[in-house]
């Protein structure tokens, strides 16, 4: 019997775990130790969360919202979210992050039924590589075949350039894919690349709209996954 899927591309941030608040925390710590009196809250942090990527995200604040100091250069910026990751990597590496229910066996279900696995994230190669380390003990590549990080392209999310890419290096029909996305930013870019998305909404994005998802689901554990994506794993 020919599969619906042959190919899942994952999100990370908010899809693979909830990493939002481990985030802020780093994006708030670099703020304090380098003299800039920026705090963001929950609710200052719900509405950055709009603009994918921590470097366009401080941009976009210190555009757009007041703040004492004066502007940071893309220079300052660049480094500032350099110390940033080396936080959060610290962070993860004490073990700060679990996968969301249901990740796991989708991975493992799906390595075994030797099931195309890609990621496409706005974040990092660095903040993935952490990740994968840290929940799984092994590399991006040990995982997934083609990897999609917000460094490899010149728009990230809600462009479609990071699951255009995915396309690309798979040589998949887009058709063929099911991208698993946790955000209304992350269904567009998806939706970009014509590619049918399930999407489970993580903690910051609950009250979105997401009328464009093929499927929609409260969290990813098997009995709450669509029919088609059940059969196809277990
Ligand atoms: C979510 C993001 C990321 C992180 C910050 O990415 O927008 O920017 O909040 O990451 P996705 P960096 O949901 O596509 O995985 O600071 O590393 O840019
Ligand atoms: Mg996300």
């Not at 042959?6 to 710590?29: M, Q, Y």
């Not at 920026?38 to 509405?47: I, Q, V």
């Not at 195309?116 to 003990?137: E, I, M, P, Q, R």
Request: charged share 25%.
């Amino acid at each position: 019997m020919k599969h619906l899927f042959s190919a899942l591309i994952f999100d990370v941030d908010g899809t693979l775990a909830e990493t939002e608040e481990l985030h802020r925390k780093a994006f708030n710590d670099v703020f304090k130790n380098n003299g800039l009196k920026w705090h963001w809250d929950k609710s200052l942090y719900a509405k950055l969360l709009r603009i994918a990527g921590g470097k366009e995200r401080i941009q976009f604040y210190q555009t757009h919202f007041p703040q004492q100091n004066g502007l940071l250069s893309d220079n300052d910026i660049a480094l500032i979210h350099k110390k940033k990751t080396e936080i959060y990597a610290s962070l993860v590496k004490k073990g700060a992050l679990t996968l969301r229910p249901g990740i796991r066996s989708i991975i493992t279900a799906a390595l075994e039924q030797k099931i195309c696995l890609a990621v496409a994230t706005s974040t990092s190669y660095s903040n993935l590589v952490s990740l994968t380390k840290s929940c799984f003990d092994k590399k991006p590549e040990e995982i997934f075949s083609s990897i999609a990080t917000g460094n490899l392209v010149k728009q990230k999310k809600p462009a479609a350039d990071l699951y255009n890419l995915v396309l690309k290096e798979t040589s998949l029909n887009s058709k063929e894919c099911l991208a698993i996305e946790d955000s209304r930013i992350g269904l567009m870019a998806a939706k970009g690349a014509n590619i049918p998305t399930l999407v489970s909404p993580s903690i910051y994005h609950l009250a979105e709209n997401f009328s464009e998802a093929d499927y929609t689901c409260v969290t990813l554990e098997r009995e709450q996954l669509p029919k088609e994506l059940r059969q196809l794993l277990f």
